[in-house]
């Protein structure tokens, strides 16, 4: 079996005017609008059509994370448009069990307290809607504050409502307010900045059952393991950079053979989960290989060095262990 851990969902219209009518006028007043299942039916069966194109399973879908809206004021439009964005994918999964899981997208707004929205809307999708994770947004300012490290006890909130609920979160930016900085460069440096707080601040020691995926591959630091490795040491640190990089997950959205072998190689293959983020930024055709860049199977399949089980703990198994609501527990792996 082919988990694809990272995609987002496909919207209709209806949403897109929807958002726009949210965002202009801020909350105030609100219509929310009535999506008919036809219209819902059709980008599902529209993403289906993708996933079969690559040989994808089943996908977990959460929002787009440009799109959250994070940072628009007041904190009632990422409100409104999370729990729109959350009901859409709970009726993906709802028509196509099969194929669909649910990730939540979290109403985090500016720097405010996550038990505000954030927490409770997890809630009502992990209790209510059936969902098995979470997207966090390490910077829900978008470029506009200085957001605490994703190992301040701001955080822990949510990390302990994360371990309760038994669900992952995968670390993942959304957009930016900083004319240098696209969105794209925004997800990778968030990505790294996440992964040096969480692991300098001992996070892992306070709640050991915490998991936490670190989208696109993990952002610079399997490039740069040298730096954080020698900083460890002048730290005085008793674990390795590496053993301490172990309690943390990775997806395999890096869209490039060579740093595809530099990941599994520095994280390990039991720490990797098979991502794609397609219908997305790698959407686009290499002309060398003649397949889309975020056609990531055949990447993993072309690594002589993985052996066979190593190929289906990145394909599935990994994925299975991580997320343990996404699946019955007396599947084999």
């Known amino acids: ?56 399973d089943i996908q ?5 994370p440009y799109l959250q809206l994070h940072s628009v004021k007041p904190g009632k439009v990422t409100e409104l448009w999370s729990q729109h964005c959350n009901g859409l994918i ?9 194929r669909f899981r649910g990730v939540a997208g979290l109403p985090q707004f500016m720097d405010e307290a996550l038990d505000v929205r954030a927490i409770p809307e997890l809630r009502r999708c992990v209790n209510e809607l059936g969902f098995v994770g979470c997207l966090i947004n390490p910077d829900a300012t978008e470029g506009l504050g200085d957001p605490p490290g994703m190992g301040d006890p701001y955080w ?3 990390y302990q409502a994360m371990v309760e609920l038994d669900v992952p979160g995968l670390i993942h930016s959304a957009s930016s307010c900083s004319e240098r900085e696209s969105y794209t460069l925004k997800f990778l440096n968030e990505e790294t900045i996440s992964i040096v707080s969480l692991l300098g601040a001992k996070t892992f020691d306070t709640f050991p059952d915490l998991k936490i995926v670190v989208a696109h591959g993990g952002g610079a630091i399997p490039y740069q393991m040298g730096r954080f490795r020698s900083w460890n040491v002048r730290k005085g640190e008793k674990e390795t950079f590496d053993e301490q ?6 997806d395999t959205c890096n869209y490039s053979s060579e740093a595809m072998e530099l990941l599994l190689k520095v994280a390990g293959t039991d720490n990797v989960l098979f991502g794609t983020e397609k219908p997305g930024t790698g959407s686009a055709r290499d002309p060398l290989t003649g397949r889309d860049y975020d056609d990531m199977k055949p990447v993993i399949e072309g690594i002589g060095w993985l052996t066979e089980e190593q190929k289906k703990n990145i394909f599935e198994c990994n994925c299975r262990r991580v997320y343990p609501r996404a699946f019955r527990k007396d599947e084999d792996c």
């Open 156 to 158: 822990h909130p949510l």
């Open 245 to 250: 990089l172990k309690k943390l997950y990775f």
């Open 60 to 64: 977990f879908i959460s929002p787009r």
């Open 90 to 98: 709970a009726e993906f999964v709802k028509l196509f069990p099969d």
């Open 1 to 56: 079996m082919i988990i694809d851990s990272h995609a987002h969902i496909h919207m209709p219209p209806e949403s897109f005017r929807f958002m726009a009518e949210l965002v202009g006028g801020r909350a105030n007043p609100y219509t929310l609008p009535k999506i008919p299942e036809a219209s819902i039916r059709k980008v599902a069966e529209d993403q289906i059509r993708i996933m079969d194109s690559v040989g994808t």
